[in-house]
């Protein structure tokens, strides 16, 4: 079945260091991916998302594009700040059996901690 | 608008007990779901809901009971509490049922069963 898989964490970086987190994908079709976000405390929210091959999703300096020709949906931030340190968890989209409604398929998650 | 709410934030169960995990929303959304967070295994789908009197099976359904009476509300009710449902409980809503990605989360409820 349809899967993800995201480097594992934790990563810990400094304050204005490049980010990038791992995210490869296994789908028969051609599913939308996404970035989530989960700051302490607080439940999943969509940080960006691309729907077809060659797409580049951004939000919040954050960006990841869509390659389907080697699976991937990498995610990258040129400075990080202290207030991006959370969960991020990758994840697509898969239909459920022969219905038209949708589920999301996350990945395991990767806890990024940036340092003053 | 409050969006996505679930109460109780923290429950511990006895081994046995029954519960019933409250989800509402107030943005009409025809779309809910339920999620189960352990670590390591990110999130996996319990139940989901369509609209409302529509529910059907996600990925781990055993032990778990949902119910549609309502756009708003979507309870999830363990049956026999068993200490492997120890976890964190996220509700989840959506406008389209095409386009669950645009999923508005609730805060979570940790459930500890001993």
């Known amino acids: 079945g349809n899967s993800v898989t995201q480097m594992e964490g934790p990563v810990t970086l400094s304050e204005e260091a490049f980010l990038t987190i791992n995210c490869t994908y296994t789908a028969t079709g051609y599913p939308s991916l996404f970035w989530y976000v989960q700051y302490p405390g607080e439940g999943l929210q969509l940080l960006l998302k691309a729907t077809k091959a060659d797409d580049k999703g951004s939000n919040k300096g954050f960006e990841a594009t869509y390659r389907k020709e080697t699976t991937s949906f990498h995610l990258e931030k040129g400075s990080v700040q202290v207030s991006d340190s959370a969960v991020y968890f990758c994840a697509l989209s898969d239909r459920i059996g022969y219905s038209s409604a949708s589920k999301i398929i996350f990945g395991s998650g990767t806890r990024l901690s940036i340092r003053p | 608008n409050a969006g996505v709410t679930q109460t109780p934030k923290f429950q511990v169960l006895k081994t046995g007990q029954s519960m019933t995990l409250q989800c509402a929303q107030d943005m009409n959304h025809e779309y809910m779901s339920w999620y189960r967070q352990d670590p390591g295994m990110g999130l996996r789908l319990i139940h989901y809901?369509?609209?409302?009197?529509?529910?059907d099976q996600g990925e781990v359904p055993n032990g778990y009971n949902v119910s549609r009476s309502t756009t708003e509300d979507f309870p999830l009710r363990l049956l026999s509490a068993a200490p492997s449902q120890t976890s964190v409980y996220f509700c989840a809503s959506s406008p389209d049922r095409d386009t669950p990605y645009e999923q508005y989360f609730g805060p979570g409820t940790r459930l500890t069963v001993t």
């Open positions: 809901s369509v609209g409302a009197g529509i529910t």
